[in-house]
């Protein structure tokens, strides 16, 4: 049966507006000065060319209406997700009968894209998934992806699939326009499908961490689905079918990122790290990690958890500094019905219950409260709490591990902190240390780099970093460690002016705090000759250098650089090549997207 993929209306005017993003100006920052205002702001931007209509609409329904939690909150990858049972009406259950039948050749398809298909009931709730898994088990996409799962607006944000309830039309929504972080890595997208009286039925999502490689792939695959469905399922049952039809989309299979890379780099010393965590895990010991600010230390939290024997079970994250005085018993322990006014007629789980058979991360346990600590440290003792308002005390079983990065017992001493709680929390210490001490800095580095790439470089359009600039981020001393580097690469290929990022491109705080640290005693012309413990250049490098200077001089022009340098043009031509070098004097390509 020949079918039409051309969009339909509504989808194509939604089409239309991510094709605007091919431009490098709208692609690459547009989306990041507006979150990052709102953020800031607490309001969405009025400029018109910083994020789509459909996106600082939706922005607003979830600053006003929905009152979401604002911000970059990494915790969001512990949040339950509402998941309840799922009731569905005789159209519903017709539909998801025809994803099912169209299981296997529609799954290879959406895996080799980068795809998960998401079938979701009229009230947001997760019917049945396909494709592409996304994420780690127990990761808050793989939470997302479990029946029952709750995508409505009022809870995760703007995405494709609750906006598409919400509006009642295609919408798709990618990276930094979703409200919520946790989405960020992703493009979703929602398909709403109608009964003739214009009654909703149910949601077809899709989901991707691939931006812009499925970008059409997204709404054809949905437009497919809209055409099976207006059709009455003839596809269905017909195997070969279907893959005629699935021929006719054209996508391109999704980059994988090599195994290596997948996770971030690990030492042998942090492997050991790893593995005594693991171990104090089995006997149920404390662990107190600590380290500077932005070393990683929730990062280690999880990656104790993956390799340890809670790793099946949730990890719940506390920030100590963050808990209002008068929230905290409600929060870490819960509340019955009634007990306040404003709580919630079911009454509410804390952090110790949700934690139950798995692990309760303290961050930032130095800056608690010291009226707050006494508090912490009964249920410590016991494992045993009882919900504000309730009359009865509730046992857990919860792994604790504590992180700071003050000193604990300087604060002991000051009469800042517990000493029993200290004790109590130390059961065994995990130093994590800075990143500029670390034996695989560089491979850290080369890890952030291909990542943060990968997220936005695309075949069309590929972004390439030239040597100068890895160099200088592996001789930086990152006083910030993993976070600042994170935020300095994302800085450099987000506000960059061109595909080809060189160190015009990186941020001005960051060169001054190279000369600061004086790790570069040079001006920035000579920023490509910095080198490793390596204070004379050798021969080589005197030539590269020499090469690129008389390129620069002569603006490309290779007649005249010859000339200057005293070689032929072939000669010319022929070290160029060797040391990877274009006619502006600059890298070919160093680094670049996977």
Same mark, same amino acid.
């Given at each position: 049966?020949?079918?039409?993929?051309?969009?339909?209306?509504?989808?194509?005017?939604?089409?239309?507006?991510?094709?605007?993003?091919?431009?490098?100006?709208?692609?690459?920052?547009?989306?990041?000065?507006?979150?990052?205002?709102?953020?800031?702001?607490?309001?969405?931007?009025?400029?018109?060319?910083?994020?789509?209509?459909? =996106?600082?609409?939706?922005?607003?329904?979830?600053?006003?209406?929905?009152?979401?939690?604002?911000?970059?909150?990494?915790?969001?990858?512990?949040?339950?997700?509402?998941?309840?049972?799922?009731?569905?009406?005789?159209?519903?259950? /017709?539909?998801?009968?025809?994803?099912?039948?169209?299981?296997?050749?529609?799954?290879?398809?959406?895996?080799?894209?980068?795809?998960?298909?998401?079938?979701?009931?009229?009230?947001?709730?997760?019917?049945?998934?396909?494709?592409?898994?996304?994420?780690?088990?127990?990761?808050?996409?793989?939470?997302? $992806?479990?029946?029952?799962?709750?995508?409505?607006?009022?809870?995760?944000?703007?995405?494709?699939?609750?906006?598409?309830?919400?509006?009642?039309?295609?919408?798709?929504?990618?990276?930094?326009?979703?409200?919520?972080?946790?989405?960020?890595?992703?493009?979703?997208?929602?398909?709403?499908?109608?009964?003739? $009286?214009?009654?909703?039925?149910?949601?077809?999502?899709?989901?991707?961490?691939?931006?812009?490689?499925?970008?059409?792939?997204?709404?054809?695959?949905?437009?497919?689905?809209?055409?099976?469905?207006?059709?009455?399922?003839?596809?269905?049952?017909?195997?070969?079918?279907?893959?005629?039809?699935?021929?006719?989309?054209?996508?391109?299979?999704?980059?994988?990122?090599?195994?290596?890379?997948?996770?971030?780099?690990?030492?042998?010393?942090?492997?050991?790290?790893? /593995? /005594?965590?693991?171990?104090?895990?089995?006997?149920?010991?404390?662990?107190?990690?600590?380290?500077?600010?932005?070393?990683?230390?929730?990062?280690?939290?999880?990656?104790?958890?993956?390799?340890?024997?809670?790793?099946?079970?949730?990890?719940?994250?506390?920030?100590?500094? $963050?808990?209002?005085?008068?929230?905290?018993?409600?929060?870490?322990?819960?509340?019955?019905?009634?007990?306040?006014?404003?709580?919630?007629?079911?009454?509410?789980?804390?952090?110790?219950?949700?934690?139950?058979?798995?692990?309760?991360?303290?961050?930032?346990?130095?800056?608690?409260?010291?009226?707050?600590?006494?508090?912490?440290?009964?249920?410590?003792?016991?494992?045993?709490?009882?919900?504000?308002?309730?009359?009865?005390?509730?046992?857990?079983?919860?792994?604790?591990?504590?992180?700071?990065?003050?000193?604990?017992?300087?604060? =002991?001493?000051?009469?800042?902190?517990?000493?029993?709680?200290?004790?109590?929390?130390?059961?065994?210490?995990?130093?994590?240390?800075?990143?500029?001490?670390?034996?695989?800095?560089?491979?850290?580095?080369?890890?952030?780099?291909?990542?943060?790439?990968?997220?936005?470089?695309?075949?069309?359009?590929?972004?390439?970093?030239?040597?100068? =600039?890895?160099?200088?981020?592996?001789?930086?001393?990152?006083?910030?460690?993993?976070?600042?580097?994170?935020?300095?690469?994302?800085?450099?290929?987000?506000?960059?002016?061109?595909?080809?990022?060189?160190?015009?491109?990186?941020?001005?705080?960051?060169?001054?705090?190279?000369?600061?640290?004086?790790?570069?005693?040079?001006?920035?012309?000579?920023?490509?000759?910095?080198?490793?413990?390596?204070?004379?250049?050798?021969?080589?490098?005197?030539?590269?250098?020499?090469? /690129?200077?008389?390129?620069?001089?002569?603006?490309?022009?290779?007649?005249?650089?010859?000339?200057?340098?005293?070689?032929?043009?072939?000669?010319?031509?022929?070290?160029?090549?060797?040391?990877?070098?274009?006619?502006?004097?600059?890298?070919?390509?160093?680094?670049?997207?996977?």
């Amino acid at each position: 049966m020949p079918i039409d993929l051309n969009i339909p209306p509504q989808a194509a005017l939604t089409q239309d507006s991510f094709l605007l993003r091919q431009t490098i100006d709208y692609r690459i920052y547009r989306p990041m000065q507006a979150w990052q205002w709102m953020t800031q702001t607490r309001s969405v931007p009025d400029q018109y060319d910083w994020a789509r209509p459909e =996106v600082t609409e939706s922005w607003q329904r979830c600053l006003e209406e929905y009152r979401l939690p604002l911000g970059n909150y990494s915790n969001w990858d512990y949040y339950p997700i509402i998941s309840q049972p799922v009731q569905m009406d005789n159209p519903s259950q /017709k539909i998801e009968t025809l994803i099912k039948q169209l299981n296997h050749n529609f799954h290879v398809f959406l895996k080799e894209a980068g795809v998960m298909l998401m079938l979701t009931a009229a009230d947001g709730k997760l019917l049945y998934t396909l494709g592409e898994q996304l994420q780690q088990p127990g990761s808050f996409m793989s939470r997302a $992806s479990e029946r029952g799962a709750n995508w409505l607006e009022s809870v995760l944000g703007n995405n494709g699939i609750g906006t598409a309830i919400e509006l009642k039309k295609p919408v798709v929504f990618q990276g930094m326009e979703h409200f919520l972080s946790v989405l960020h890595p992703f493009t979703t997208a929602g398909y709403p499908l109608l009964d003739e $009286s214009g009654h909703l039925l149910v949601v077809i999502g899709l989901v991707s961490s691939q931006h812009q490689e499925s970008m059409n792939s997204l709404f054809a695959f949905l437009h497919l689905i809209c055409v099976l469905v207006n059709t009455d399922f003839p596809l269905a049952k017909n195997a070969l079918a279907q893959q005629r039809v699935l021929e006719k989309i054209p996508f391109r299979p999704a980059p994988k990122t090599p195994a290596e890379f997948r996770d971030a780099a690990v030492s042998p010393t942090l492997e050991e790290l790893v /593995k /005594k965590a693991v171990k104090l895990q089995q006997y149920k010991i404390p662990i107190l990690i600590t380290g500077e600010s932005g070393v990683g230390k929730d990062h280690f939290v999880n990656l104790i958890k993956k390799a340890g024997p809670r790793n099946n079970a949730p990890l719940i994250a506390i920030n100590c500094a $963050s808990i209002p005085h008068d929230l905290i018993e409600s929060e870490l322990f819960g509340y019955e019905s009634g007990s306040f006014t404003g709580a919630k007629s079911t009454g509410k789980p804390g952090k110790f219950m949700l934690a139950d058979t798995g692990i309760l991360f303290l961050d930032e346990i130095g800056d608690m409260s010291f009226d707050l600590q006494s508090t912490l440290l009964r249920v410590l003792e016991t494992s045993e709490f009882t919900p504000v308002g309730g009359n009865k005390p509730i046992q857990v079983d919860v792994q604790v591990v504590a992180a700071t990065n003050v000193q604990l017992l300087e604060a =002991v001493e000051a009469g800042r902190f517990r000493r029993d709680l200290y004790y109590r929390l130390n059961g065994a210490q995990i130093h994590l240390p800075p990143l500029r001490d670390r034996d695989d800095k560089k491979a850290i580095i080369h890890h952030i780099l291909r990542r943060e790439l990968n997220a936005i470089s695309t075949e069309e359009a590929p972004i390439e970093i030239c040597r100068e =600039v890895v160099g200088l981020f592996e001789h930086h001393p990152w006083p910030g460690n993993i976070r600042q580097l994170i935020n300095v690469i994302r800085a450099t290929l987000y506000t960059a002016g061109s595909p080809f990022i060189s160190t015009q491109d990186l941020p001005i705080d960051f060169i001054a705090e190279l000369k600061q640290q004086k790790c570069l005693e040079m001006t920035r012309s000579e920023l490509p000759d910095l080198q490793d413990n390596f204070p004379v250049m050798s021969l080589s490098d005197w030539e590269l250098h020499g090469i /690129k200077t008389a390129l620069k001089d002569c603006d490309g022009n290779i007649s005249l650089a010859a000339k200057k340098l005293g070689i032929t043009r072939t000669t010319l031509y022929k070290k160029m090549e060797r040391f990877g070098l274009n006619k502006t004097g600059n890298d070919r390509l160093l680094y670049a997207a996977m």
